[in-house]
């Protein structure tokens, strides 16, 4: 068994037969995890001892896995990779965590994420950048930057994030990973921090679909803590991951995919997407493609824009830093949390904040927030009519490969509008999402993305399963480890 290429399966089967032992893998997975650290950079906080419930007998039991830092864990630093919460040891656990606890999963870390989950570069985490395992000359993508490249790197076979726009989609597809985004609701949010509350889901990274179904179908359910989630007991996400898939419809946005791009890896990117509908096509499936309003597609990133920072402005008003988190200095309360919020905050933050304020301010909110909304019900309305007729959406994950550093920039750029952006149609509805690799380009990996319908996720998981058995990037890792 090499550790790094292994899914849970296999680390299963060799955990049971006795070939290796839960404290080895978590031995192993530490000692990868501090080797990573000098180039690649993914780790907030990586763990010393080996712990594991008792008596717990799951599938993840003794698997090792990491966390993004934004989800709470008792007794173990929490910083979000921000530095107003640098010193943040939060008192109780996300119930996504809790619930691994219970598997008996054995955390190995917790990784760096763009400042609050803003941001889409894995550049602007308060211990520095997190760098690319296929070409560390590279982003690997945000904002779960450090998540998805300890899986990329094989450090951990799996890893939970979250995705408010794009943030696992998008960097599983830099990584040639998968990343999985459920239903807003199948995974509860308690414990996470939250950036914009009604795009906001928990997801995990892992190198196989059925790795996803695995881990997501142990941490589902209903959560009296978090009001979203609903009762999933009747969804089994493993049972049919291998039926037949004869006739499934599913479609593509022409006026996504068919806009004529001027540079050379967007256009590899498009050749490769219809040569993956082509394949995908002689194993069953049908592909058409379907229209969409321009003008409303172009209102996404917009449209996101507005809510996520108004949200993000409401949600974070609690980082003062007078109950928790780094005190500031100054007389009254106002002067200690103006100098926490001045200090605490990098620009990009400040940038978002000051926007959702002028967006939730009383004379803008119609024009800048209610038409936010707007738009968005309009689209998912449309989307939500498209389902009905196909079985989910297939577009490319971006428009390039993973931008070098000097190229990661987080400002609006009109060149990959379409392409880039239309991931977060998926968290305007709340539709379930993954990420698949299909594909390298210059060395880096590229991804193809599939959204169903709403509460879809067991076909969604089958469709992707079938998908990446035509396709020969499953369970690929990029990078060298020294150990
Ligand atoms: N890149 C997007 C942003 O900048 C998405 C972030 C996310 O999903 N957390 O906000």
Known sequence: MEYRKSGIQELRKALDEGKVTSEELFETAKKLAKASQEVYNPFVTILEKFKQKRKAESILTGI????KDNL????????????????????????????????????????????LAMGGTGTTGNTGIVRNPWDP??????????????????????SLASDTGDSIRKPAAFGGIVGYKPTYGLLSRYGLFAFASSLDHVGCFTRSVEDAAIVTNLIKGKDPHDMTTFNSE?????????????????????????????????????????ETIEIIKKAGFIVEGVSIDKYLLEAIYPTYMAISCAEATSNNANLTGIQFGVRGE??????????????????????????????????????????????RRLLVERLTELFQKYDGLLLPCSGGIAPTFDEATDQLSDRYLLLENHMALGNFGGFPSIT????????????????????????????????????????????????
């Open 64 to 67: 090792p896995y990491a966390l």
């Open 72 to 115: 709470s864990t008792s007794n173990i630093l929490t910083t979000a990779s921000s530095n107003i919460l640098k010193n943040y040891i939060p008192v109780y656990d996300a119930t996504v965590y809790k619930k691994l606890k219970e598997s008996g999963a054995v955390l190995v870390g917790k990784t760096v994420l763009d400042e």
């Open 137 to 158: 000359q590279r982003e690997i993508g945000g904002s779960s930057a450090g998540s998805a490249c300890a899986v990329a790197l094989g450090i951990v076979p799996f």
């Open 234 to 274: 009747k969804m089994d996400l493993i049972s049919h991951l291998k039926e037949d898939i004869q006739g499934r419809k599913l479609f593509y946005i022409k006026e996504i995919v068919e806009e004529e791009y001027e540079d050379e890896t967007s256009k590899a990117i498009l050749e490769n997407f219809f």
């Open 330 to 375: 100054g007389k009254t309360v106002d002067e200690i949390m103006f100098s926490a919020r001045t200090k605490g905050f990098s620009e990009l933050i400040k940038r978002r904040f000051v926007l959702g304020s002028y967006i939730l301010q009383k004379e803008n909110q119609e024009k800048l927030y209610l038409n936010a909304c707007r738009i």
């Open 436 to 483: 698949l690799p299909c594909g390298l380009i210059k060395g880096c990996p590229i991804g193809i993305n599939l959204t169903s319908a709403v509460k879809a996720d067991e076909l969604l998981l089958n469709m992707a399963y079938k998908i990446e058995e035509q396709l020969p990037y499953k369970g690929q890792i990029g990078g060298d480890l020294d150990v």
